[in-house]
């Protein structure tokens, strides 16, 4: 038995999810598909940063999109996510890279952004007091901030379904085809048919689209993350760095959750990860160093997510450059947490009125249309 849908997403993290939301805001009864269950992956276990700061141009403009979505959350899911602004805060460690930091602000106004500002070592030891006397400033997103990424994708994920979207999880999306205008996809003993088919299966997301003839330059990463023992209140934004890997913020039981890019070794098939830990050693060193109340903490627990990063570190987003009906949406290349609300705002906008005003045209699979896998297998 074949089952009529609006739409088929294919990926259950908070990119699936939260375009499935937004196409039911719009009338759609899209169906979402998760060989898992929702925010299994990247979208549950991540450092869950909302913050504009530090992206690259191409995506700055589906960030503020999406920070305007985080500010009234609770009005869009009926859930406050967890999430918290007291700002992001990059710190530069010498004077090259508060230089770089200046060079960055002033380009970016250049080009009529304000998000991002040049501080001085005053202004930073005023937002984080802790940090080290030798460093010189930095650049501060005031806007910014943090939720909890398992109780925000469950959010949406609840949200989608009450509205009207069809879930089904541990079961994955099969022989995905074309037959006329209709996309069909196998779900277990299921299939569903619909004449879009959005493409968010994260980690998993590149090996469809090359088996729809899209190949792109996209790995599997494991970025790995560890909690602390809690130590005494000293710091609220959350804070990164210009030079070295590293992000960390403190919760409010007092506990530190340090990050930054130091990546694991991951088995997709397995759904498994072997962590790094002379890597975590490496981020935790560097806490250390920077901020000497933590020299007392201890580490407690380490994990790593699996997720999808592009040859160029910004997301393959928008409609396919070979199939009508056939949207992308994944390659968020570990930064794609706060992306979500506004990215499925956006793809609800492309499917139904077939464009958006938000400025997303260079993070379209087409600038990989010259691409060849086996030049580089």
């Not at 089952?3 to 990926?11: E, F, W, Y």
């Not at 970025?223 to 602390?228: G, R, V």
């Not at 072997?274 to 920077?290: G, H, K, M, N, P």
């Not at 009906?325 to 979500?340: A, K, M, P």
Request: charged residues 20%.
């Amino acid at each position: 038995m074949i089952v009529r849908a609006d739409a088929i997403i294919v990926g259950g993290g908070i990119h699936g999810c939260s375009t499935a939301l937004h196409l039911c805001l719009a009338g759609l009864k899209p169906v979402l598909i998760e060989k898992d269950y929702a925010g299994r992956h990247a979208s549950g276990v991540n450092a869950g940063g909302v913050r504009q700061l530090a992206r690259d141009v191409a995506e700055i403009p589906l960030s503020i999109r999406s920070m305007g979505i985080w500010e009234n959350i609770s009005e869009l899911v009926d859930d406050d996510c967890g999430f918290e602004s007291h700002g992001q805060v990059l710190v530069a460690e010498n004077d090259a890279e508060l230089d770089v930091c200046r060079a960055r602000v002033a380009d970016l106004n250049a080009r009529g952004f304000t998000h991002e500002e040049l501080i001085d070592g005053a202004e930073l030891r005023r937002l984080v007091p802790a940090v080290a006397e030798t460093c010189p400033g930095g650049v501060v997103s005031r806007r910014d901030g943090a939720a909890q990424p398992a109780k925000t994708t469950t959010a949406f994920r609840r949200k989608a379904e009450q509205l009207g979207t069809v879930m089904r999880e541990g079961v994955a999306a099969t022989n995905v085809r074309k037959d006329g205008d209709l996309w069909h996809v196998d779900v277990g003993s299921e299939t569903f048919a619909a004449p879009i088919l959005v493409n968010a299966a994260g980690a998993w997301a590149g090996r469809l689209a090359a088996q729809l003839g899209e190949p792109v330059p996209v790995t599997t990463v494991a970025p790995m993350l560890m909690i602390t023992s809690p130590v005494a209140h000293f710091i609220d934004p959350v804070v990164i760095l210009r030079g070295r890997k590293l992000s960390f913020k403190q919760f409010k039981n007092g506990t530190v959750l340090i990050g930054g890019g130091h990546l694991a070794a991951p088995d997709q098939d397995r759904n498994e990860t072997v962590l790094d830990w002379r890597s975590l050693a490496i981020s935790a060193r560097t806490v250390f160093e920077l901020f000497p109340v933590m020299r007392s903490a201890t580490i407690v627990r380490a994990w790593a997510g699996i997720e999808a990063r592009m040859r160029d570190d910004i997301p393959v987003f928008g409609p396919s450059a070979v199939h009508e009906g056939l949207y992308h949406q994944f390659g968020f290349s570990l930064h794609g947490f706060q992306l979500g609300p506004g990215a499925g705002a956006v793809m609800a906008e492309l499917i139904v009125h077939g464009g958006t005003q938000t400025r997303i045209g260079e993070l379209g699979i087409g600038r990989f249309r010259d691409f060849n896998p086996s030049a580089t297998a």
